[in-house]
């Protein structure tokens, strides 16, 4: 099923044709009022550049008129193979379809909301027939049997025409559209965006590339700059002060040659406080301290993650060549 974009705005077009394959653009006279678009010449010049196809209006009163407007269109530099005219349906409309195909311009016969008219066009040899789905939705019409039914005709009686499912106004038409076996389609912007989009495959997404960083991300490429340390001679005061400038719920507490002593923990100093509130006023070496749950800097994250669920902790010390370089907190295994 061939897709298209809808629309006249210039940002929308550039964005929907950096995808790469959309297989065309449809606009219309009023999408370019809407945009302020005054030079219509010109932009119908610019968006040929972009869209590999271009279906543009060619209007007039008569099927002369109509082909004249076509052929004026065609002497901008459009090339013919690229261009499809779209000409409302009317008896003059059809006619004037018969006359730009027989001369092996591409024509698409739109605003049709019967059967009938999608008929004369097939027979007329339009290349689209684009019933307005939307449009009769509105108006308390069974728009899909209408879709159904041209489609139905186009394979029954061979014609070689093109249904257009056009008017989108959600998603679930295109999901129509795809069921219905229509041969085309044209969408806006902002519909054709979400069609991707599903909240358990974000989900599934999300858990692959945490997955994956576990396996292939060291803990040292996980860690910030941070590193709370703080020497053992260091008043518990201060201490706490420290813990609360590096964010952290934690602090590794050295001796002093660097090598680690322990850790000194918000859970510590709530226990500490318990005997008393001169004890702020000792230093960390009057005090024992756990031994630390640490990991190399060198290891994968997934080993880190096996020891935060081991342990149930929030912050691991991160260690290289024996020293502290480091806090790994469990966030971080996240993606950024």
């Known amino acids: ?16 044709f950096k ?31 972009i869209a ?22 065609l002497d901008l530099g459009l090339d013919p193979k690229c261009t499809v005219f779209k000409i409302p349906v009317s008896l003059e409309g059809v006619r004037a379809c018969n006359l730009l195909r ?33 449009r009769l939705q509105d108006q308390g019409h069974d728009a899909l049997a209408l879709v159904e039914q041209c489609v139905t005709a186009v394979n029954y009686y061979g014609y070689n025409t093109k249904i257009m499912f056009s008017s989108v106004r959600n998603s679930e038409h295109v999901r129509n559209a795809i069921n219905l076996g229509v041969h085309t389609i044209t969408v806006p ?5 979400g069609l991707t989009d599903n909240n358990f495959t974000t989900l599934g997404t999300e858990q692959f590339l945490s997955d994956t960083r576990l396996m292939t991300v060291k803990v040292k490429d996980a860690i ?4 709370p340390v703080v020497i053992a001679s260091t008043n518990i005061k201060d201490a706490i002060v420290k813990m609360t400038e590096y964010g952290f719920g934690s602090i590794t507490v050295v001796n002093a040659d660097g090598s680690i002593k322990g850790v000194f923990t918000d859970g510590d100093l709530r226990r500490l406080i318990q005997k008393g509130g001169e004890i702020l006023n000792s230093n960390l ?9 640490s990991i190399d800097a060198n290891a994968l994250l997934n080993e880190a993650s096996i020891i935060f669920k081991k342990t149930n ?3 691991i010390l991160v260690t290289e060549n024996g020293l502290p370089v480091g806090m790994l907190d469990i966030q971080d295994l996240k993606n950024d």
């Open 224 to 227: 910030n700059n941070i590193n």
């Open 189 to 193: 912007l902002k519909i054709l965006k």
């Open 52 to 73: 590999p196809i271009l279906q543009i209006e060619a209007l007039g009163n008569t099927a002369e008129d109509v082909v004249k407007e076509a052929r004026r269109q």
């Open 19 to 49: 995808l790469g394959f959309l297989t065309g653009l449809t606009t219309t006279p009023t999408f370019m009022q809407r945009e302020g678009i005054t030079d219509i010449d010109g932009m119908i010049v610019r968006l040929s550049k």
């Open 313 to 315: 902790v929030d912050t």
């Open 1 to 16: 099923m061939e897709l298209y974009l809808d629309s006249a705005n210039i940002k929308e077009i550039e964005e929907g």
């Open 102 to 134: 027989k001369e092996g311009l591409l024509v698409n016969v739109h605003l049709v909301y019967t059967l009938q008219q999608a008929y004369m066009a097939m027979q007329a040899g339009a290349t689209y027939v684009c019933p307005l789905v939307g």
């Open 285 to 293: 070496n009057d005090h024992e301290f756990k031994t630390p749950i």
